[in-house]
Every structure is written in structure tokens, then in C-alpha cells.
T-cell receptor, first 113, second 113 residues
Framework: NAGVTQTPKFRILKIGQSMTLQCTQD?????MYWYRQDPGMGLKLIYY???????DKGEVPNGYNVSRSTTEDFPLRLELAAPSQTSVYFC????????????FGDGTRLSIL | GQQLNQSPQSMFIQEGEDVSMNCTSS?????WLWYKQDPGEGPVLLIA?????ELTSNGRLTAQFGITRKDSFLNISASIPSDVGIYFC?????????????FGQGTILTVHP
């Protein structure tokens, strides 16, 4: 089973460039999430989605946008890359339900120079 | 917002020793989760706890959901070199934080052969 798949695995951007981080899951999970992990820190929630067409902000949404046109895909877009967005980005998904654990992809390592 | 305090921040132990780490919160959670993250990979779910007082094992790992619903601990018995990694606790809340995980800062575990 593929689970949660993220692409690309690594990327270097220049300040001001834009890019889209891709995330897809094949588990038919309704809930999907984007986190960022800075060195030595835990994960902080950027955006989440409870189903196709529905998204909401997490703890650190500034500088990012998301869309959810299908159950499987939840892309994260950076419009104007800034050095503060250098981080490792993780996508996760879970079943519908209050207490369902989240399953994570392997991450995208992004550097803004 | 909700915060989790995870301790210790790091541990250096000899192979065969037991390990204990814990998380505390000022808020109540409905679910406690423990994840392990290996270098270059996403967090992998180890144990999920759904009820206050619940004690759950997964091989050499044992975790408990505190009675107050504000804390949890993870024990690893007879550690082996492949236990090396970062361990994260995470809480799932209800109400306005429905479905959103709050992560601890992580415990870095090093096991010396």
C-alpha cells in the first residue's frame, strides 16, 4: 500500500518564487493535513481539510494556500517563498471520526535561499 | 492554544536498558498518540490511546492515558539500537480543535550498543 505520498522529496527555491507541494493518499481518508517541522521542533499544523471542497487554517497558515478538489489530493502552495518557510513539510491523512490517528507521508524538504 | 510539554528532550542509554518518557498538558485531550520519527522519514504511529486510564502495549512498548486526561507516558523495555529516533506524543482534542493534533517537542533517543 502506498499510503500518503508526497512529492517532491527535496526542493530549493529562490526568495519570491512559488511552488506547489503535492500530497496524495490512497486510503480513502476524508481528513487531510499539512504540517511543517523546523529543526529540533515538533510539528505545527498549517492547514487541514475535512473533505473535498472544505479547508481550514491551522496554527501557522500565513504564506500558504491549499485546495481540496478530490478526496485523494491536498496540494500546498507557497506563493512568494521566504527564508522563514525553509522547513520540512509533512502531509497526513486520517479517517473520519473524532479520535482517528493520522498517518504521515515521508516529507518534503524545502530550502529557500 | 493547547500545548504539550514532553520530557526528557533527549536520552542517551545503553542497549538493554528501559526507557520512559512522558507528556503533560494544561488541556484535556480525547486521544493520546505516540509516534516515532526516523531520520528523513515521516512520523510513524506506535500506539493510540482512547480512554482515560487505558494501558496499551505494542511489543516492547507500553503507553498509558492518564486518568486526568492531561498526561501520557511511553515506556520502552530492553532497548535495542533500532529504537534510535525521535519520539513524539500528540493529543487529539474535541470541540473547536476537532481532529487537530497537538504535538510535543519530541524526545531524541540514542541507544549505545
Amino acid at each position: 500500500n502506498a499510503g500518503v505520498t508526497q512529492t517532491p522529496k527535496f526542493r530549493i527555491l529562490k526568495i519570491g518564487q512559488s511552488m506547489t507541494l503535492q500530497c496524495t493518499q490512497d486510503m480513502n481518508h476524508n481528513y487531510m493535513y499539512w504540517y511543517r517541522q523546523d529543526p529540533g521542533m515538533g510539528l505545527k499544523l498549517i492547514y487541514y481539510s475535512v473533505g473535498a471542497g472544505i479547508t481550514d487554517k491551522g496554527e501557522v497558515p500565513n504564506g500558504y494556500n491549499v485546495s481540496r478538489s478530490t478526496t485523494e489530493d491536498f496540494p500546498l502552495r507557497l506563493e512568494l517563498a521566504a527564508p522563514s518557510q525553509t522547513s520540512v513539510y509533512f502531509c497526513a491523512s486520517s479517517y473520519v471520526g473524532r479520535n482517528q490517528p493520522q498517518h504521515f507521508g515521508d516529507g518534503t524538504r524545502l530550502s529557500i535561499l | 492554544g493547547q500545548q504539550l510539554n514532553q520530557s526528557p528532550q533527549s536520552m542517551f542509554i545503553q542497549e538493554g536498558e528501559d526507557v520512559s518518557m512522558n507528556c503533560t498538558s494544561s488541556s484535556i485531550f480525547n486521544t493520546w498518540l505516540w509516534y516515532k520519527q526516523d531520520p528523513g522519514e515521516g512520523p510513524v504511529l506506535l500506539i493510540a490511546l482512547y480512554k482515560a486510564g487505558e494501558l496499551t502495549s505494542n511489543g516492547r512498548l507500553t503507553a498509558q492515558f492518564g486518568i486526568t486526561r492531561k498526561d501520557s507516558f511511553l515506556n520502552i523495555s530492553a532497548s535495542i539500537p533500532s529504537d534510535v529516533g525521535i519520539y513524539f506524543c500528540a493529543g487529539l482534542g474535541g470541540g473547536t480543535s476537532y481532529g487537530k493534533l497537538t504535538f510535543g517537542q519530541g524526545t531524541i533517543l540514542t541507544v549505545h550498543p
